[in-house]
């Protein structure tokens, strides 16, 4: 089906491991996101990508690597996972500098636990 | 830089009352603005959306109107039902070339109690 896939949408993990969450989208939108969100912060822009091999930070970006060798994926790594890191995680996507561009579809998100 | 400021929550209202949030920003320039709707255990998803002022944005009997001389974009619905219980998050977007990245509110969460 077409759409904005993530998975695993459930992971558990000790601190100190890494663990990646993938972010597959059929649209080519030009834009990806990530988001994770906490209950009391709403959502919070971790790293975003404007095209294939263009990333950029986003508020919170430290612990998190990301990179976009494809278009249609956007994978995000915790490189040592800690307590802190224990969110909901949500991918998302837009087509960017068009009418629609502002626009954002969101995947149905990852509950990560880092035990 | 842009900002979206949301009503504080949580809302808790009766089926068939009549609910407000309050919206709203601060932007360079005309943003597009949006209102998105977040269910329990799901991703966000598109509620509505206006892109310039004066427009009024609708779908599933809620509204929202551009309004850029008070820069707010509150959300309206006439009679709420027990279903449209979610979060609901106030977003905008710069247009054209710097189209992409969104500013989102906090979140307000609604709840609907039969």
């Known amino acids: 089906d077409a759409g904005i896939t993530q998975s695993p949408r459930y992971k558990i993990t000790e601190t100190g491991r890494q663990v990646t969450l993938m972010c597959h989208q059929t649209?080519?939108?030009?834009?990806m996101f990530w988001y994770r969100q906490d209950l009391g912060h709403g959502l919070r822009l971790i790293y975003y990508?404007?095209?294939?091999?263009?990333?950029d930070k986003g508020e919170v970006p430290d612990g998190y690597v990301v990179s976009r060798s494809k278009t249609e994926n956007f994978p995000l790594t915790l490189e040592s996972a800690t307590r802190s890191q224990t969110s909901v995680y949500f991918c998302a996507s837009s087509e960017g500098r068009t009418e629609r561009g502002g626009e954002q579809y969101f995947g149905p998100g990852t509950r990560l636990t880092v035990t | 830089g842009n900002s979206v400021t949301q009503m504080e929550g949580p809302v808790t209202l009766s089926e068939e009352a009549f609910l407000t949030i309050n919206c709203t920003y601060t932007?360079?320039?005309?943003?597009?603005l949006f209102w998105y709707v977040q269910y329990p255990g799901e991703g966000l998803q598109l509620l509505l959306k206006a892109t310039k002022a004066d427009d009024k944005g609708s779908n599933k009997g809620f509204e929202a109107t551009y309004r850029k001389e008070t820069t707010s974009f509150h959300l309206e619905k006439g009679s709420v039902q027990v279903s449209d219980s979610a979060v609901y998050f106030c977003?905008?977007?710069?247009?054209?070339?710097?189209?992409?990245?969104?500013?989102f509110g906090d979140g307000t969460t609604l709840t609907v109690k039969p």
């Open positions: 990508s404007a095209a294939a091999d263009i990333t």
């Open positions: 932007a360079t320039g005309y943003p597009s």
């Open positions: 649209w080519s939108h030009s834009y």
């Open positions: 977003a905008l977007s710069d247009k054209g070339a710097n189209a992409g990245k969104s500013t």
